[in-house]
C-alpha cells in the first residue's frame, strides 16, 4: 500500500444539449476509470441561474447504472419513467437505477437562484446491471464530529450509517471542515477512496488538493486524514468503495460490456417506442438524441493494476 495521493484534475464538459450548463468533470478520465464502482464525477456551481439559464435537461436514458444526485444549494425538479416526480433538495440524496432502461429529466425550479451539487454515477456489476428501475430518496442527519459536521448519503462513516440499497459496498458522504480543522476518519481498508473538493483547499493524507480537484487514494488504509488549510469553512465529497473489477464500456449514457450493447441501446432509444425505457411525463420537450456513434468499436476501460 502506498500512501501517495493521486491528484486528478478536472475539464470543463456541457452538459443537457442545446441548452447546456457547463460542469467540471473529474471522473472518468484517461487516468482513472473507477473508484470502486463510482465511474462518473461531475461537479457543478455556483451559478446564478439568471445568468446561465440553470439546468434544463431534457428526456434521456440510461443503462447499467445508478445515478446519485446531490446539491449544496438550489433544486432540481426530476421526472423519470418509473412514474416518480421528486425534489432535488441541499442534504438530501436522489437515487435512480438505471438497469435494464430509465429514461428521466433534470430541471432547476423557479425559485432556484444559485445552482450548486454534484451528479454521481455508480456502475453496476455483472450480475445486477440489468436490474428493475428503482428511485430512492433519502435525507441523512449531519453528524458531528473532531470539527467536522457529515452526512453520509451511502454505506458507513463516523458511527452513521444510510439505509440505501446499492449493488455493490460503497461510501458516498458530504463532509464540512471546520477552519483550520484536522480530522482522521476510520475507514475499510478493502476500499479504494476518492475526495472532491467543493469548497476550499484540504490536505488529503499530506497530499494537497485545491477547489475542484479529486484526490485518489488505493486500498490498504484504515483512516483517513483530512486537514482545512484555510480560515474559512471548506466542503468536501467523499467516496469509496473496493476495487470494481470489472470493464466497462461508457458511451453518451450507456454503460455495457460491448460495443453490440450499446449499438442497441442506442437503436432503441432512437425509435422510441418506449418499451426498453419507458416515457417521462411532465416535460414540455422532445427527448435528447443520441449522439452518432464512432465508425470504430468502442473501448473497455478499467482500472490500471
Excluded at 1 to 14: C, F, G, Q, W
Excluded at 112 to 133: C, F, K, N, S, Y
Excluded at 207 to 226: C, N, V, W
Aim: one cysteine or more; glycine letters at 10%; aromatic letters at 6%.
Amino acid at each position: 500500500m502506498s500512501s501517495r495521493v493521486e491528484v486528478l484534475t478536472a475539464r470543463d464538459v456541457p452538459l443537457g444539449g442545446p441548452r447546456s450548463m457547463t460542469v467540471r468533470r473529474t471522473l472518468p478520465q484517461r487516468a482513472r476509470t473507477l473508484i470502486g464502482a463510482w465511474c462518473f464525477v461531475d461537479h457543478y456551481g455556483p451559478d446564478d441561474v439568471s445568468v446561465t439559464g440553470g439546468m434544463d435537461v431534457a428526456p434521456h436514458p440510461h443503462t447499467g447504472l445508478q445515478t446519485v444526485s446531490w446539491l449544496f444549494s438550489g433544486e432540481i425538479e426530476h421526472r423519470d419513467s418509473l412514474g416518480s416526480h421528486a425534489m432535488v433538495r441541499p442534504g438530501e440524496l436522489n437515487l435512480m437505477t438505471g438497469g435494464h432502461g430509465i429514461s428521466h429529466t433534470e430541471v432547476s425550479t423557479p425559485t432556484t437562484t444559485v445552482l450548486h451539487g454534484v451528479q454521481l454515477w455508480v456502475a453496476l456489476p455483472e450480475p445486477d446491471r440489468h436490474a428493475d428501475r428503482d428511485f430512492q430518496h433519502y435525507a441523512p442527519e449531519p453528524v458531528t464530529f473532531d470539527g467536522a459536521r457529515i452526512r453520509v448519503f451511502l454505506g458507513e462513516l463516523a458511527g452513521s450509517a444510510s439505509p440505501v440499497r446499492t449493488f455493490t459496498p460503497l461510501l458516498g458522504a458530504e463532509i464540512v471542515l471546520a477552519p483550520r480543522a484536522r480530522i482522521t476518519l476510520t475507514v475499510d481498508p478493502a476500499f479504494e477512496h476518492g475526495l472532491l473538493v467543493d469548497r476550499g483547499a484540504v490536505t488529503m493524507s499530506e497530499t494537497s488538493l485545491a477547489q475542484a480537484e479529486l484526490g485518489y487514494a488505493e486500498p490498504g488504509r484504515d483512516t483517513l486524514t483530512l486537514t482545512n488549510d484555510t480560515d474559512a469553512p471548506a466542503r468536501v465529497i467523499l467516496l469509496g468503495g473496493p476495487p470494481f473489477g470489472e470493464e466497462i464500456i461508457m458511451w453518451w449514457n450507456f454503460i455495457g460490456r460491448s460495443t453490440e450493447e450499446i449499438v442497441e441501446a442506442r437503436r432503441e432509444w432512437m425509435e422510441g417506442d418506449g418499451r426498453r425505457f419507458g416515457v417521462v411525463k411532465g416535460y414540455d420537450g422532445d427527448p435528447l438524441p443520441a449522439p452518432e456513434l464512432p465508425n470504430v468499436p468502442l473501448k473497455a476501460r478499467g482500472n490500471r493494476p
